[in-house]
């Protein structure tokens, strides 16, 4: 079977669940990537901050320093791969020999018929910057799945993990859910 997997190339957690995919599936992978802002980055980062406030942007840019420089610290200390926990998507990608395919717009015609190529089986998205469109949604033979930080339906949308510490949750989960075009509204499979 193939697995198209579509994530940010820079994101926090998406190596943990690349880790535990490469490690229990012997099927074809292939990573999507994309710009964590993309192509119009500062009208997406005007877009946050509006949306999400200063609070958010300020907290997310400290815990991506601390990201990397423990990251930088376990690989300085030579500690092996499996013992990392702070791995980069390449990282990920290269250990598990992943093949791997950047775009900018998944949704753009070019990139549309790139993954149309790829011929996926299960397209997933992780911790995923960009909404995907009809077009893409039919290109994955048995469907798409994302993988949600939060008890759908609460926090739907980006940034869920930020939103349930900044409320003061005592607890939250993981949602499995079929992809439709509405935000985190798909049927879910597994909490």
């Known amino acids: 079977m193939k697995i198209v997997i579509l994530t940010p190339a820079d994101h926090f957690h998406s190596p943990v669940i690349l880790r535990a995919i490469g490690q229990m599936s012997d099927n074809e992978i292939v990573v999507v990537t994309t710009p964590k802002l993309g192509s119009n980055s500062l009208s997406r980062l005007s877009k946050i901050i509006k ?73 997933i998205t992780l911790f995923f910057n960009q909404m995907l469109k009809e077009p893409v949604l039919k290109l994955a033979r048995y469907g798409n799945i994302n993988i949600h930080p939060s008890f759908l339906p609460a926090y739907r949308g980006i940034s869920p993990c930020f939103w349930a510490l900044a409320n003061g949750e005592s607890q939250t989960g993981i949602s499995i859910h079929y992809l439709t075009p509405g935000i985190d509204e798909g049927n879910l499979l597994w909490q």
């Open 51 to 123: 949306q999400s406030g200063s609070d958010y942007l300020v907290s997310f840019i400290m815990a991506k320093i601390c990201y990397l420089v423990l990251g930088a610290a376990e690989r300085l200390l030579g500690k092996p791969f499996q013992a990392r926990q702070f791995l980069s998507v390449d990282e990920v990608i290269s250990h598990f020999n992943f093949r791997r395919l950047n775009l900018w717009n998944v949704n753009g015609l070019q990139d549309v018929q790139l993954l149309k190529e790829l011929n996926p089986d299960i397209i």
